[in-house]
């Protein structure tokens, strides 16, 4: 299922199939122009990934929470069936999980190590 959210409230399944479609076709139109313009890289030159200091399972569960609490928002206040009070009240929590994310990313950054 396509989750472009250009239909917004309009979940609907057709809906769905059809920005599948549109945006299917886009992104391969848009991939075949650029194709000829890109340089191929040998795997040698690319390093190897480094996560070190990149995964904190204590956030990552936080943000996890956070991504299903606004999943959830958006569905109960933002849905088909939808007046001023349920999108308020959308809004204030939206901002304060906003908020809270952002002062967790805040947090993390501080306690990268220097490179």
Not at 39 to 60: K, M, Q, V, Y
Not at 84 to 109: M, P
Request: charged share 25%; net charge neutral.
């Amino acid at each position: 299922m396509s989750c472009t959210g250009i239909h917004g409230a309009n979940r609907l399944a057709s809906n769905s199939l059809l920005e599948a479609l549109v945006f299917a076709r886009r992104a391969s139109d848009d991939a075949a122009r650029r194709l000829p313009s890109l340089s191929l890289l040998s795997a040698g030159i690319i390093p190897l990934w480094d996560d070190s200091g990149t995964i904190d399972t204590e956030e990552w569960i936080l943000l996890s929470h956070n991504k299903y609490e606004i999943q959830s928002i958006m569905w109960d206040y933002v849905g088909i069936v939808r007046s001023n009070v349920r999108l308020g009240r959308a809004l204030r929590r939206i901002r304060l999980l906003e908020q809270e994310i952002e002062k967790l990313l805040q947090t993390h950054e501080d306690q990268r190590p220097a490179p």
